[in-house]
């Protein structure tokens, strides 16, 4: 199984659009980085036809080692997810791509 890396969207940049190296690259890290300050910041990032990004907080609960038994605090924190788009779905299962302007 092959993984998508930043140098090869920045390929797929130069490749289709027709930017330097240099500029993909830059574009690239530009997107990224104005998606991470986002949802630094709270807000939610979607992508039509593709899916929505979000940060969740996640409170307080006791979890426990699975080792010892012994209970353990598991202390509040954010938690990235998420949620695909119906579209993406439906090209990840082969299935008939549902209109654009069914998406929420």
């Keep these: 199984m092959n993984t998508l890396t930043r140098a090869g969207l920045a390929e797929a940049i130069y490749s289709q659009v027709g930017l330097s190296r240099n500029e993909s690259a830059a574009l690239l890290e530009a997107v990224l980085d104005r998606m991470a300050t986002a949802l630094e910041s709270g807000e939610a990032v979607k992508i039509s036809a593709f899916g929505t990004f979000m940060v969740r907080q ?35 299962n082969g299935q008939p791509v549902p209109a654009m302007d069914q998406e929420a």
């Design 58 to 92: 996640k409170g307080q609960r006791v979890g426990r080692n699975p080792k010892t038994g012994v209970e353990v605090p598991i202390l509040p924190r954010k938690v990235l997810s998420f949620r695909p788009s119906q579209v993406l779905k439906a090209r990840i």
